[in-house]
């Protein structure tokens, strides 16, 4: 019989599978023929075909939650198997995400990078070293690397002799301070700002292109470079009056594509929808590839059985990871009262991955004993209602209305009000977008009336 405290521990909502790993890739489902466009089939054919020997820049977008970081892994399984070394990194272990500058995020890859390259080959990289020695002989600061790093404790400048600090400890010495630290964060885009075309053709000529070649020398393909969660950037004001995602993607997006290697960067959903998306676009030679939901139904409303039973898997793989699908589904008694009540908690969550997790885990937690029933979930789906529901102001109802009957989300205020509150998801059907209300919204008596 399945185990209630492992199965709990099985479906939480907050791991990323990483399919590289064999624990992790008995959990995973494709969704890609219910999502209707396969991204990571295009963003994987870009860097292992068209542009092989040569750099390229892509950005990758959609609802947060939605399997973004899933996706991103099985891209660099798919990347490492055809000889490629990737470097897939989360940028908020980084970056401070209310306020992100340019400099931040270079440096932040330029470490990733030296930290991957130093476990193959050795990076020289003199001129870096030298810049960044100069960077905190300016900055003043007192870094303590063997609190931060477990290294010797340095004042006032890094020692760049390879034997006593590596490229990748000597740029963390930054980046961490940065991070934790807005007055040094601030000092540091204030110095290396203006420098920063010469600090990209030093990560370029010092680190990226002869560690590519001496990636080649061991049979390597070349350098992949995943920048994930950096669409989680918050969109507040810089200074300057530009939003924070307009600022990196917009006006500072050509530095971006400037890194003599691959690059995938996640973007914030929102700029699909912002007047700026026109010059974004600009900046990049690729238009941004979307994830889209799991679709669970079709436009016309007709019910889209394939999508149903692909998100029915992923529920079942959790508890059952060494069965076959069709074994699995001849357990769903061991977890569910009756197959209705796992369909109604499919439905009820839109396809939204993230969300249908979320909603079983408070099920189990709340049921406190398998097979769970009926009632405790509607508990469960009244509370996420609720929830929902107590922040969506009058003239946003009336949005969620037109939304209903348009199925359409048109600028950027619809969506920093509905799509960034998860009040509305979108799909995609024969490469067309169509959004729809969060099914959960559904259950509220004013889109009820």
């Known amino acids: 019989m399945l185990n209630y405290t492992e199965f709990f521990n099985c479906i939480n909502p907050s791991k990323t599978l990483n399919i590289s790993q064999e624990e992790d890739r008995q959990y995973y489902i494709d969704f890609t023929q219910v999502r209707g466009h396969d991204s990571i089939r295009k963003l994987k054919h870009r860097i292992s075909v068209l542009l092989r020997d040569k750099p390229s820049c892509s950005l990758f977008t959609g609802h947060i939650g939605c399997g973004k970081s899933t996706e991103l892994h099985k891209l660099q399984a798919e990347l490492e198997a055809e000889g490629f070394c990737v470097v897939n990194f989360e940028s908020d272990e980084d970056l401070d995400t209310a306020d992100v500058d340019i400099v931040d995020?270079?440096?932040?890859?330029?470490?990733?990078?030296?930290?991957?390259?130093?476990?193959?080959?050795?990076?020289?990289?003199?001129?870096?070293?030298?810049?960044?020695?100069?960077?905190?002989?300016?900055?003043?600061?007192?870094?303590?690397?063997?609190?931060?790093?477990?290294?010797?404790?340095?004042?006032?400048?890094?020692?760049?002799?390879?034997?006593?600090?590596?490229?990748?400890?000597?740029?963390?010495?930054?980046?961490?301070?940065?991070?934790?630290?807005?007055?040094?964060?601030?000092?540091?885009?204030?110095?290396?700002?203006?420098?920063?075309?010469?600090?990209?053709?030093?990560?370029?000529?010092?680190?990226?292109?002869?560690?590519?070649?001496?990636?080649?020398?061991?049979?390597?393909?070349?350098?992949?470079?995943?920048?994930?969660?950096?669409?989680?950037?918050?969109?507040?004001?810089?200074?300057?009056?530009?939003?924070?995602?307009?600022?990196?993607?917009?006006?500072?997006?050509?530095?971006?594509?400037?890194?003599?290697?691959?690059?995938?960067?996640?973007?914030?959903?929102?700029?699909?929808?912002?007047?700026?998306?026109?010059?974004?676009?600009?900046?990049?030679?690729?238009?941004?590839?979307?994830?889209?939901?799991?679709?669970?139904?079709?436009?016309?409303?007709?019910?889209?059985?394939?999508?149903?039973?692909?998100?029915?898997?992923?529920?079942?793989?959790?508890?059952?990871?060494?069965?076959?699908?069709?074994?699995?589904?001849?357990?769903?008694?061991?977890?569910?009262?009756?197959?209705?009540?796992?369909?109604?908690?499919?439905?009820?969550?839109?396809?939204?991955?993230?969300?249908?997790?979320?909603?079983?885990s408070q099920w189990v937690e709340e049921e406190m004993q398998l097979p769970l029933t009926e009632a405790t979930l509607e508990e469960a789906i009244i509370d996420r209602c609720n929830e929902m529901t107590l922040a969506i102001s009058p003239r946003e109802w009336e949005l969620l209305r037109e939304v209903r009957q348009t199925q359409k989300v048109q600028d950027q205020v619809g969506y920093e009000n509905l799509i960034r509150s998860r009040m509305v998801f979108e799909y995609q059907e024969r490469r067309q977008s169509w959004f729809d209300v969060n099914p959960i919204l559904l259950e509220a008596a004013e889109l009820n009336d």
Do not use: W
């Open 105 to 360: 995020v270079v440096l932040t890859i330029a470490k990733r990078v030296s930290a991957k390259l130093e476990d193959i080959v050795e990076p020289e990289a003199t001129g870096l070293r030298r810049l960044i020695q100069r960077t905190n002989e300016v900055l003043t600061t007192e870094i303590d690397l063997k609190a931060s790093l477990g290294t010797s404790t340095l004042k006032g400048e890094v020692d760049t002799s390879k034997k006593s600090l590596s490229l990748s400890a000597g740029i963390a010495s930054l980046t961490v301070k940065a991070k934790n630290d807005s007055q040094t964060r601030e000092k540091l885009s204030q110095y290396l700002g203006p420098q920063i075309t010469g600090l990209l053709n030093s990560i370029n000529n010092e680190l990226i292109q002869p560690g590519i070649e001496s990636l080649n020398a061991k049979g390597y393909a070349g350098l992949v470079v995943i920048v994930d969660n950096l669409d989680r950037i918050d969109n507040r004001p810089k200074p300057s009056g530009r939003s924070q995602q307009e600022y990196l993607f917009v006006d500072r997006g050509e530095l971006l594509t400037k890194l003599a290697c691959h690059t995938v960067y996640t973007m914030p959903l929102g700029l699909r929808f912002s007047n700026e998306f026109g010059n974004l676009t600009q900046r990049f030679q690729y238009k941004p590839e979307c994830l889209p939901m799991v679709s669970i139904r079709h436009r016309n409303g007709e019910d889209y059985p394939e999508g149903l039973a692909k998100l029915k898997q992923m529920v079942l793989a959790r508890a059952f990871p060494q069965l076959t699908e069709a074994e699995r589904l001849e357990r769903i008694g061991e977890i569910f009262e009756t197959p209705e009540v796992f369909d109604r908690l499919c439905r009820v969550t839109g396809g939204h991955v993230r969300d249908l997790l979320q909603l079983l």
